[in-house]
């Protein structure tokens, strides 16, 4: 019988399904001994805030990025873009990149899946609609005054989303028929550790409605959605598969993954319960080897049961850890092989 590929094993998630070992979901494609089962592609002619030394994003927020964020930027919040919400018509800017119809979608997709080195037959190509409604909303205006905002002003905040995705809605509904994405990936993260920032009620009165209209394009496809939603996003769930929504990641350890995995059985396929903050070795950068590799197998022994599960991990550090790149392949490599072992899957 022929090998099954990361990708097809992966994709087998979807819906709760059942993989034939436990996969190893990557998000922007780090994988292990050559094997990436997903991969994040977006068109870049939206630009990227990947940079240590400062940028803006698409809406012009500006991002920095510290040696105490390991190298991720964060929104500089010091800058706040949008004083008032009232006032979203004045300050809102409009990215200046091409008009969709002058963009050749073709082309931009080969540039892309060359700097990506991405192989289709091997990797699940994720892509999305470019917006994260509540994360932009905070990184424009400041966390706190974000949150006020959908407080007092929920219409506006709603009014300001729908000019967004008015703004982007012609560039995705062109590249995803290029692009043909295996996943549709939408991203927002809505939560706290121990619970979402806001009320249900806040999430579908101003949120549901954009999230819909951003799935819609893959729901007329047949293009599985995949969320990213940090924290415990449970009070949601219900929502988001009204929706579309077929796979959930990282499912972090606050939420009982369990009682997931039995309520949405046959509907959502989850990714995580592991958390780097729940296992950093007590003496770190000193570390046991033995204790992480029991920690990625108790994780997969309590999850994978019944399928419907993938592994991933987070760990993270100071940008310049001598350490963290031997503790990510200690747990990619116990991952990897245990997951093979779990469900009996050889090579």
């Not at 119809?101 to 700097?115: F, P, R, S, T, V």
């Amino acid at each position: 019988m022929a090998k099954i590929t990361p990708k097809d094993n992966f994709m087998k998630l979807v819906g709760g399904g059942h993989p034939e070992y436990v996969p190893y979901f990557t998000m922007m494609g780090e994988g292990y001994l050559g094997e990436v089962a997903d991969v994040m592609m977006s068109p870049a002619v939206f630009g990227d805030t990947f940079f240590m030394d400062g940028g803006k994003d698409m809406w012009g927020v500006p991002y920095r990025a510290t040696e105490g964020t390991a190298d991720a930027t964060m929104p500089d919040t010091r800058i706040k873009i949008l004083p008032d919400i009232e006032d979203w018509r004045k300050y809102l800017k409009y990215p200046d990149i091409p008009r969709p119809e002058e963009i050749d979608w073709e082309k931009q997709y080969q540039k892309d899946l060359a700097q990506f080195q991405v192989d289709r037959t091997q990797s699940a190509v994720k892509t999305g609609p470019q917006l994260m409604p509540f994360q932009e909303l905070v990184a424009m205006m400041g966390f706190t005054e974000g949150l006020m905002a959908l407080y007092t002003d929920p219409d506006e905040v709603l009014n300001m989303f729908h000019a967004m995705v008015d703004f982007l809605e012609p560039y995705y509904t062109r590249y995803i028929d290029v692009y043909k994405p295996d996943l549709w990936y939408m991203l927002d993260d809505t939560c706290a550790k121990e619970a979402p920032f806001f009320s249900p009620e806040t999430y579908r009165a101003v949120f549901k409605p954009i999230y819909e209209r951003l799935a819609k394009p893959a729901n007329d496809r047949g293009i599985p959605i995949i969320f990213h939603i940090c924290g415990r996003f449970d009070p949601f769930l219900d929502d988001m598969v009204d929706f579309g929504v077929k796979i959930v990641e990282p499912t972090q350890e606050s939420n009982d993954l369990l009682m997931l995995k039995e309520k949405y059985k046959g509907k959502v396929g989850f990714v995580g319960g592991w958390d780097w903050g729940n296992h950093i070795p007590p003496k770190y950068p000193e570390y046991s080897e033995e204790e992480l590799r029991e920690s990625v197998r108790s994780t997969i022994d309590k999850y994978a049961p019944g399928g419907g599960y993938a592994f991933s991990s987070w760990p993270i550090s100071y940008a310049g850890d001598p350490v963290l790149p031997e503790i990510k392949r200690i747990i990619r490599d116990e991952a990897h092989w245990y997951g093979r072992k779990v469900y009996g899957y050889k090579d």
